[in-house]
């Protein structure tokens, strides 16, 4: 299951990349997202998700091991949420400089054919 887990990881994170190579930058906050994506999915799979297991509580003495841990799944969140602000942030911006620049290419100029 982890090499499944780890083969997906590795499709989000290789596809991110290749979309921020491209030269629109629509794609470019495209592959973005993925990479915030794979990260979180990296982070998540990393604190060993448990199911069927309580939360961590202090009420009584017991073995760790028989609770789920709950900072991988805070990053997580805390990382979700700073990912819609970036990527309103990146939209507002690519609306700009396609309104400044009539085009959405990168670097703004568009290739000649």
């Known amino acids: 299951m982890e090499a499944v887990i780890a083969i997906a990881i590795g499709v989000l994170f290789a596809s ?6 491209r030269p629109r930058t629509f794609q470019v906050i495209i592959g973005l ?5 794979a990260v979180n999915l990296f982070i998540f799979i990393m604190g060993r998700l448990w199911v069927n297991k309580p939360p961590l509580t202090l009420e009584q003495a017991v073995d760790p091991a028989l ?7 805070a990053l997580v969140l805390t990382a979700i949420v700073i990912g819609f602000a970036t990527t309103a942030l990146y939209l507002v911006l690519l609306l700009t400089s396609r309104g400044l620049t009539g085009t959405d ?4 100029k568009e290739p000649r054919q």
């Open 105 to 108: 290419h990168v670097d703004g």
């Open 16 to 21: 991110g990349v290749w979309l921020i190579l």
């Open 67 to 73: 609770f789920a841990d709950p900072v991988p799944q």
């Open 33 to 37: 997202l993925l990479i915030s994506y």
